[in-house]
């Protein structure tokens, strides 16, 4: 569900306007404030059934190299990295968590012919974070958040280039932060690079490596991702699973790791990527989700998004999806289940002293069909991103049992909706 979290949009979108001098909604549409003063999700994303954008309303069969591009008749998409790397050696090997996310949202359905270069119907955010796993804490406290966890962010408009997407050769951007791939085909292997003022910076190739590793899995109903009740709450999404990571790290200068002195570690590992597009997804009833996405040591990839409703409910469009290793003789296997066909069960809730936000950043995941029964525990408990928009995305640990045999995992979970609310600087 993921991956560009909606929420994440409709904020970005209004700051972005702001910045832009443009207004997304009409005075109209104007949204009106949620429970406890906060605006509701459907109220941010303002979107009527007759407003010009396009909608997922049935399965459609992927397109590829395009499906890889921008969908400019959505109003939002989102192409969505994350990974757990480490240091090549052996046993004492360094982690690190990263996520790489850009997002696009569309100001207007139809672009509005103007002489100006710097006109635009579309703005893009770009979000990017790196997690020092076994960094030491230094001087960090509550009130100022973990020092080992970096998180950035940036907008701009499409105009005169400052950020856009295209198929092929596969390129986003948002100034020179960039997802970039080959000149034919794509968009693997991709090239991840992002930079920000304090030196924290990543550059990773993705998915240069493996046979039938990174081949598009449809999520939901061939694609059609459904989220609600109503025609039209629903996004197409695939994923790319057990991606080949390799490249550099490099922690700010400010870190606790390196005062002074920004220092650059080779990685490898391996990500995941999402890619989702939509106009107004969710439906009025939804508070919040929960998305996972790891890589399990049997080779298997799951895929989890519970959506929550007002009394913290999961609702029947929440799905998992359990993804067999490729074969020689198969293509990879890909199962899905609904909502009644597993459980989560908070374990540990996690209260963040900058926002007051209230996370469940462990719990037990159970998946009966599968015989898959794990626990989910933060690599680092403070993984939360106070950026334009509020929500904890971090680094994640598992470990349980598969058919009676142990089993183990990395990769990343999401949490929105549990509080908070404001952006905090």
Request: hydrophobic fraction near 40%; proline fraction near 6%.
């Amino acid at each position: 569900m993921r991956r560009l979290d909606v929420l994440a949009l409709a904020f970005a979108a209004a700051l972005a306007i702001a910045a832009c001098g443009q207004r997304a909604l009409s005075p109209s549409a104007a949204p009106e404030p949620g429970p406890r003063g906060r605006l509701s999700l459907s109220a941010l994303l303002g979107v009527t059934a007759d407003d010009g954008y396009e909608r997922a309303l049935a399965p459609r069969p992927f397109v590829f190299p395009d499906d890889d591009g921008s969908h400019a008749g959505f109003r939002s998409e989102w192409w969505y990295f994350t990974g757990v790397l480490h240091t090549p050696d052996g046993a004492g090997a360094r982690r690190f968590g990263y996520e790489m996310t850009i997002f696009r949202q569309a100001l207007a359905p139809r672009a509005t012919p103007r002489a100006s270069a710097w006109a635009t119907r579309d703005v893009y955010m770009g979000h990017f974070a790196i997690t020092d796993v076994d960094g030491a804490r230094g001087g960090g406290s509550d009130a100022t958040g973990d020092p080992r966890f970096h998180a950035h962010e940036r907008f701009a408009r499409d105009g005169l280039a400052l950020a856009g997407a295209r198929a092929q050769p596969f390129a986003v951007w948002v100034d020179d932060w960039r997802m970039d791939g080959p000149a034919i085909g794509g968009p693997l292997p991709v090239h991840l690079s992002a930079r920000d003022d304090d030196g924290a910076a990543i550059e990773l190739d993705v998915g240069a490596e493996g046979a039938g590793i990174g081949q598009p899995i449809a999520e939901g109903d061939r694609g059609l991702s459904v989220k609600g009740p109503a025609p039209g709450n629903a996004s197409y999404y695939y994923s790319r699973a057990s991606l080949a990571t390799r490249g550099h790290v490099t922690l700010p200068a400010a870190s606790a790791a390196s005062p002074g002195l920004a220092v650059s570690f080779t990685v490898l590992g391996q990500s995941w990527m999402d890619r989702e597009w939509s106009t107004g997804a969710l439906g009025a009833a939804v508070r919040g989700w929960d998305w996972l996405g790891v890589h399990l040591s049997d080779g298997r990839d799951l895929m989890m998004y519970r959506l929550r409703d007002a009394d913290e409910k999961a609702t029947a469009a929440s799905r998992i999806t359990v993804i067999a290793p490729p074969s020689a003789a198969r293509e990879r296997g890909v199962r899905s289940y609904a909502a009644d066909r597993f459980a989560l069960t908070p374990i540990d809730v996690w209260t963040s002293a900058q926002s007051g936000a209230r996370y469940p950043v462990s719990f037990g995941l159970d998946v009966p069909d599968e015989k898959i029964h794990l626990v989910v525990r933060p690599l680092l408990v403070d993984q939360e991103l106070r950026l334009a928009v509020l929500y904890w995305e971090g680094a994640v640990s598992l470990s349980g049992t598969a058919d009676g045999a142990a089993i183990s995992g990395e990769g990343y979970l999401e949490l929105t909706g549990y509080g908070g609310g404001q952006r905090q600087r």
